[in-house]
């Protein structure tokens, strides 16, 4: 499947910063889902954008589908330790298979 | 609602054995299931595709002669491992599809296999 390039790898911040985090490819998605995952556990579904353009929040958290359909960014803000996880974006081309970007390991100190 | 299970959550076999894993849709009807494999601080990669009724669609490299898909129910697919060897040892994951206008998967919680 397409690889998606997802960044930063990893972060390490402070209780209260706001983070943001973002995925391109080379391809064109018809959609951008954004999952958090937390160790041991399958991912959980934050954020799903299905239309060019689109900004989405969902609590503390929002999403943007890039206008050129390649790119997307996550922004948390006014982090908290429970926030700790990775995070990993996800394009969908045809309705069915998703491509995972490789993640962002968040780490927040209280 | 849209709750994934999967059975077992761990499981420990010894090289040369097969390993069952279930993948069940608890409140809905999912005819379209996907298996993915996640090795340590790796992501998610697409094994196969598990269709109700039908055979299951293998993403390039995986072998289907080595994890056998069965998707006997509109609720349930497994997978199994077939003569496992420690390089299967992993975190494999299902999600269930809820098709509409837009289709949503919903993952289930992982299986992490120890090869020994």
């Known amino acids: 499947g397409q690889q998606l390039n997802q960044s930063p790898q990893s972060m390490f911040i402070q209780e209260g910063e706001d983070v943001s985090m973002n995925c391109t490819s080379s391809?064109?998605?018809?959609?951008w889902l954004w999952y958090k995952q937390d160790p041991g556990e399958g991912p959980v579904l934050l954020i799903a954008l299905y239309k060019a353009g689109e900004l989405t929040s969902n609590g503390r958290l929002t999403a943007q589908f890039g206008i050129t359909r390649k790119d997307s960014f996550l922004n948390i803000s006014a982090s908290i330790p429970s926030d700790v996880g990775i995070y990993f974006c996800a394009g969908d081309m045809s309705g069915y298979a998703l491509n995972f970007g490789k993640g962002t390991s968040l780490l927040v100190t209280p | 609602g849209a709750v994934v299970s999967q059975h077992p959550s761990r499981v420990i076999c010894k090289s040369g054995t097969s390993v069952k894993i279930e993948c069940r849709s608890l409140d809905f009807q999912a005819t379209t299931m996907f298996w993915y494999r996640q090795f340590p601080k790796q992501s998610l990669m697409l094994m196969a595709t598990s269709n109700e009724g039908s055979k299951a669609t293998y993403e390039q490299g995986v072998e289907k002669d080595k994890f056998l898909i069965n998707h006997a129910s509109l609720t349930l697919s497994t997978l199994t491992v077939t003569s496992a060897h420690p390089e299967d040892s992993s975190f494999y994951i299902c999600s269930a599809m809820i098709q509409g206008v837009y289709n949503e998967q919903f993952f289930g919680p992982g299986t992490r296999l120890t090869v020994l």
């Open positions: 391809s064109i998605f018809n959609t």
